[in-house]
């Protein structure tokens, strides 16, 4: 059965759609605007909660807190610099298997997972042993 969308929502979707890496509902507020699909950000907000309980679109939040939203796709996997905020994608992935198994073993039905592993660069960490 295909979930019912509202106007909304369709316009979140298409947009993530042509979006590579995941943006925040403040963007997509804008980016609506400038598209003259303008709605309110407390709708954006509502629309995105919404997707992301149907498994359509993941959130990923980053160090400084801010949530980066995105259409639900492969799994990603980042490592992520506390310092200077880059995250640099990675392939491979140790927990597939796992996620087959605690489907069956939970009864659960899993819709994405993340991955991230959290530390310093190799830029911001020659900077700070020079520091030290």
């Known amino acids: 059965m295909k979930a019912v969308r509202t106007r909304s929502q369709e316009r979140i979707l298409n947009l993530l759609k042509t979006v590579k890496q995941g943006i925040s509902a403040q963007d997509i507020y804008v980016e609506l605007r400038n598209r003259d699909q303008s709605m309110g950000l407390a709708t954006v907000y509502r629309s995105l909660e919404t997707l992301k309980l149907e498994g359509m679109v993941q959130v990923?939040?980053?160090?400084?807190?801010?949530?980066?939203y995105s259409l639900?796709?492969?799994d990603k996997h980042h490592l992520t610099c506390l310092q200077c905020g880059t995250?640099?994608?990675?392939?491979?992935c140790p927990a597939h298997e796992l996620e087959a198994q605690l489907?069956?073993?939970h009864n659960f039905k899993i819709?994405?997972?993340?991955?991230?592993f959290f530390g310093?660069?190799?830029?911001c960490h020659i900077n700070q042993a020079a520091m030290d």
Do not use: D, M
């Open 60 to 68: 990923r939040t980053l160090a400084n807190g801010e949530a980066l």
């Open 72 to 74: 639900v796709q492969q």
């Open 87 to 92: 995250s640099i994608p990675i392939n491979q």
């Open 103 to 105: 489907q069956v073993t």
């Open 111 to 116: 819709f994405y997972h993340t991955l991230e």
């Open 120 to 123: 310093l660069c190799n830029q």
